[in-house]
């Protein structure tokens, strides 16, 4: 049964701080490691990795894989209020698409 | 700018009622998914489409049921609501053609089953 599993599962952190959020996976047919960050509504795509070793950079957000160890990390340095929300792990699979998702992390940012 | 339109947006239902969710997408993407959002448990794969008048089930497919008649739109039906199916449900597209994996969402829709 394919399997993903992030930690922690809330954090509570002060602006300026650096956070790492963690995901380890167990899933067949696997395809690619993706990052979504949900507020109020509906999730928006943030990273897609599919080799490891290969770091993603989007301003102060950052991810890598390790496809042997079947995990990955997004870093957020200088956190700022605006990054609260729940961070969606998930991995993509070769049959059609098919993305499973993590529980999530909830990250708060208070000033 | 549309993207994917669920709705309705809110609905409550009694036990044992039906209910049909629509889902459009104006983005011709092939792929549609529903899936469901529950606190601590991430969002879990209903059913899925790879194309007009094709379904599949996903993780939790009990308890519903799909239709793609138009490339389009996916709809989710629920032909007797149990409290269990209490949740936000969200539709989602993406193309094989524009990045593998890239999912895009509808802003939801909430369902109370008392």
């Known amino acids: 049964e394919d399997k993903v599993v992030q930690s922690p599962l809330s954090l509570v952190v002060h602006e300026g701080d650096t956070v790492t959020l963690n995901c380890s996976y167990e899933?067949?047919?696997?395809?690619?490691l993706l990052w979504y960050k949900q507020e109020k509504k509906a999730p928006t795509f943030l990273f897609m990795l599919?080799?490891?070793?290969i770091e993603k950079k989007s301003g102060r957000l950052s991810s890598i894989l390790d496809k042997k160890e079947l995990f990955s990390i997004l870093n957020i340095t200088a956190t700022q209020t605006g990054d609260s929300a729940v961070y969606l792990c998930?991995?993509?699979?070769?049959?059609?698409?098919?993305?499973?998702f993590g529980p999530g992390t909830s990250l708060s940012v208070i000033p | 700018n549309a993207g994917v339109t669920q709705t309705p947006k809110f609905r409550v239902l009694k036990t044992g009622q039906s209910m049909t969710l629509l889902c459009a997408q104006d983005?011709?993407?092939?792929?549609m998914y529903w899936y469901r959002q529950d606190p601590g448990m991430g969002l879990r794969l209903i059913h899925y489409?790879?194309?007009?008048?094709?379904?599949a089930k996903g993780e939790v497919p009990d308890g519903y049921n799909v239709s793609r008649l138009k490339k389009q739109n996916f709809l989710l039906g629920l032909e007797s609501a149990a409290p269990s199916q209490t949740s936000v449900y969200f539709c989602?597209?993406?193309?094989?053609?524009?990045?593998?994996?890239?999912?895009?969402f509808g802003e939801g829709s909430r369902l109370t089953v008392l």
């Open positions: 983005m011709n993407h092939e792929y």
């Open positions: 489409s790879v194309g007009e008048g094709t379904t």
């Open positions: 599919t080799s490891s070793g």
């Open positions: 998930a991995v993509g699979k070769t049959s059609y698409d098919k993305v499973i």
């Open positions: 989602a597209s993406s193309s094989p053609r524009v990045r593998v994996g890239e999912l895009f």
């Open positions: 899933v067949t047919n696997f395809r690619s």
